[in-house]
């Protein structure tokens, strides 16, 4: 695998290899903190200082599963970051350039729908949905990254799926674009 033959390479001091361990583990970090912080800010700082750890602490990754270790990381630093502003969450929004296209419209109405919703969440439960459904994590995987049996992760994960889909059936009703 080739981001286990970056972190060999980090290891024997091929400082390179880090840039392409950043190539191919960015988003799922940043993804992961912005889960946590909902800050897209404090999640792009803490992507960055997740990258300096693992070019600090290589020399203690022993594990078959980089992917894992970095989001460990970057879990931890979310969180202490996260502890840091105590449920200071604020409602970003999205920076794109919509335009007055309906279908665009749509999808920006949906997006920022669903971040309303997924801030309902509780930090846990945003983080497992966030590894599973938009980094395609298995829930083993999700289970070693947050440190928690997988049933509960299991458990947790179609929790804050209902809590989703509830959110969602409550303020879908309202239809933006009827004919009058």
Not at 103 to 124: G, K, T, Y
Request: glycine share 2%.
């Amino acid at each position: 695998m080739l981001i286990e033959t970056l972190m060999q390479n980090l290891k024997e001091g091929d400082m390179k290899a880090l840039e392409g361990i950043y190539t191919i583990m960015k988003k799922n970090v940043y993804l992961l903190s912005n889960s946590i912080l909902c800050s897209t800010e404090k999640a792009k700082d803490i992507m960055q200082e997740t990258f300096i750890k693992v070019a600090q602490n290589i020399n203690g990754y022993k594990s078959k599963n980089a992917t894992v270790w970095i989001c460990r990381i970057a879990r931890n630093l979310s969180y202490t970051e996260y502890n840091k502003s105590k449920r200071s969450i604020s409602l970003e929004v999205f920076e794109e350039n919509i335009s007055d296209n309906k279908n665009h419209e749509d999808i920006w109405v949906q997006n920022i729908s669903l971040q309303n919703a997924m801030l309902r969440l509780e930090p846990l439960e945003r983080e497992i949905v966030t590894l599973f459904a938009m980094q395609n994590y298995k829930h083993r995987e999700i289970a070693c990254i947050v440190e928690r049996p997988m049933g509960t992760i299991q458990w947790l994960y179609n929790k804050a799926i209902k809590k989703l889909k509830k959110y969602m059936e409550e303020i879908t009703p309202i239809n933006f674009h009827q004919k009058t």
